[in-house]
Structures are given as C-alpha cells and as structure tokens.
C-alpha cells in the first residue's frame, strides 16, 4: 500500500501557485483495508475515502471504461493490481496527471511537467473524447491560466471539435454545464473559455443565445472593437478584473447584450430597444440550465438598465428612484452595487477604454445611498399610517436623490 500526492495540488506547486486541496491517490489497497486503516468510506461510484486525522481525500487507484454516451456511462474498476500509471492514464490533462511521492519525487509518465513549462494544455490519451464535461474543464483551464500564456494544444483542440461533431456535448445535463460555466466566470480571464468554446462549436451548442454575438456590428464611435462577440470577452474579463472572483457579476457580463443579435440586419450597426429584447432569450438561458433565481434575477437588471446607468446624469430624480426600485433596490441593496460594477464593465470592456473613468457607478451607489437614509419609520413617526407610509417614502427618497446631485 502506497500514498501518492496527485492532480492539481501537484500541478499548482510546480506553477509556483498556492496549492489548494491535496487529493491522493493509494495503490495497493482493498477497500477493507482502508477502513481497517481508519479511513472513513465515502465514494458513491468508486472507492473515495477520507483521512482519519487530516480528512483529505485518499482514492483507491483506479481505471474506468466507456459504456455508454455522456459523462455518466462509465464503469470503474479498482482493487490491489491496478498501478499508478493506470490511474494516471485515464486523468484529463498531462498537467493534471502528476503524481508525487513521499519523498518528492514526481511520477510522470505522460510529460505533464514539460507541457506545464511549455504552458500548454494537452489531453493525456484519446479516452479524453469519451467524457463531454472535459470540454467543459478544458474551458475553465484556460479561464484560469491563459494569464500565464497557458495554449490548448492542437491536437487537444482537435479532439474536442471532434466531440462536438459526435454529438458528445448533447448528453450534457444542466446541472453539470452550470456548475462548469459557473467556475470558469470565477475565474481570471474568463474570455479565454468562451473562445475556446466557440472555436472547438460547442459554444454554438450550449450557449447559442452568446454564440449569435459574433459578427455582429456595432457603431464604431461607441465600440471601436465593432464585434458584439469581442465585445462580450471584453466585458467578462474586465468584470473579472473589478470584481475578481465574483461569478454572478461574471454571468450579467456575459448576458447583458444578449438583445444585440436579434437586431434587425436592416438597422445594423445600431442597436435600438436590445436592452429589452435580450431579456427574452436571457430567460430562456437560464431556464434551460436551472441558473439560481438571485442569478437570473441580477442579470436582467443588467441587461434591462445597463443603458439608463450609462445615462445617469440626464435622468430625472423621481426616474432614478424609480430605476432603483425596479431592481428592488431598497430591499436587496447589494444589487444596486452588482449593476453598478456591470455597467463599468461594459464602457471599460472596449477597445482602447480599459483605463477610462466611469463617473455613473460612483454616481449611482451615491444617489442609492441617498435615498436608502430615508426609511418607512420616518414615515410612521409622523402619524402615517397605510398607503400614505409609501407616498410619503417616495416623494422623500425623490427628494433625498435631488439634494444628493447638488
């Protein structure tokens, strides 16, 4: 029985990083003797136990067999014969497939530390194309390390186009491409996923509601980048770049001008009305892959008002107030700072604007803020009482706004 370090604490170690969870894999057991050992069982599918004391994941070396299409149809085999090299070979990428010793030694059989000073993304053998989520996982790679010039490798990106032409990615269930597209908008460079996605077609296949960005012009004046698509990467990577980590201002970033390709070609490169006419296929995204309410909730704020909050400084008292309520602003406030960061990703995520100001969102958190310090008690201590306490409450954050802008 022997012990191995492997997969991405390995891997974050040799980039210099810092290592997250350690998972390890042991050779030369049985499941009886891990619990004899103390080990607590728990793995569904395959054997997955925890450490007495440390509580790491300890997994029984194993290999696994296609039976059937999507990510699902496997069968896993693990008992005493099965090597490290077996475990190793069935992994996704070479620069996950590391395994150390003990003592240090790394095992390395298919040169994943070579591909990770070549910084390049490389599947480790062609069972790669019998699991859909890897393209999935392939993406999020790239989200996380295409900072450091991570590529994926040729013949990788190949394979995955191949996939996709197989139909591989339609057996995806929701629950499962969420939780990806989810890890890779927490990511840094959050573009590099959608790129990849697109360049391998299953962007095409999973989100058509994005994928219909691309090749749509804009008005060169307000985005030199002209492309909508290009303009959509912009725009996550400088969410990601103001609010780092954060993936539901990610996902407004990535659905906020989802209205743009459904103009009409004959009023191209203009874009009138797309604030609204995006909702709707913004709601159908996120109903075909159970996206969380407070998610989908945010992000239509984001694609309805991101034009108003560029226009802010034209706007009314009472149509700000009126513009914070619609977002339910007064009792959720921390929406109000989600629109704000959205919208300074949208003028910043242009070409040659990543370094301008953008005076609406310091604006707009200063008029919410203002009206925010009146409440419904004020309202009560004067003796109101029922509809009145309401007709009260905005004629007085109305006012509070005003006095704000002078």
Known sequence: MKTYLVGGAVRDRLLGMPAGDSDWVVVGATPERMVREGFLPVGKDFPVFLHPHTKEEHALARTERKTAPGYRGFTFHADESVTLDQDLARRDFTINAIAQDSDGTLVDPFGGAADLQARVLRHVSPAFAEDPVRI????????RFAPLGFTVAP???????????AGEVDHLVAERVWQE???ALEMPQPSAAIALLRECGAL?????EVDALYGVPQRPEYHPEIDTGVHTQMVLDMAARL?????????????????????????????????HSG?????????????????????????????????LAELRPETVHDLIARCDG???????LQLALVCEADKRGRLGLSEAEYPSGPMLLALHAAAMSVSAGHAV???LTGTAVGDWLRKARIEAIKQARA
């Open 243 to 275: 609010a780092p980590g954060d993936a539901l201002v990610g996902f407004c970033a990535l659905t906020h001008d989802l209205g743009k390709a459904l103009t009409p070609k004959h009023e191209l490169p203009k874009h009138i009305g797309h604030e």
């Open 330 to 336: 007064f009792r959720k406030p921390g929406r109000i």
């Open 155 to 165: 013949e990788t990106l190949a394979l995955m186009r191949a996939m996709v032409e």
């Open 381 to 383: 201590a004067t003796g």
């Open 181 to 183: 597209l989810k890890k």
């Open 136 to 143: 999935l996982r392939a993406a999020r790679f790239l989200a």
């Open 204 to 208: 095409a296949k999973l989100l058509p």
């Open 279 to 311: 909702v709707r296929p913004l709601r159908a995204l996120c109903a075909r892959y159970k996206v969380p309410a407070e998610y989908a909730a945010v992000a239509e704020v984001c694609c309805r008002e991101h034009l108003n909050i560029h226009r």
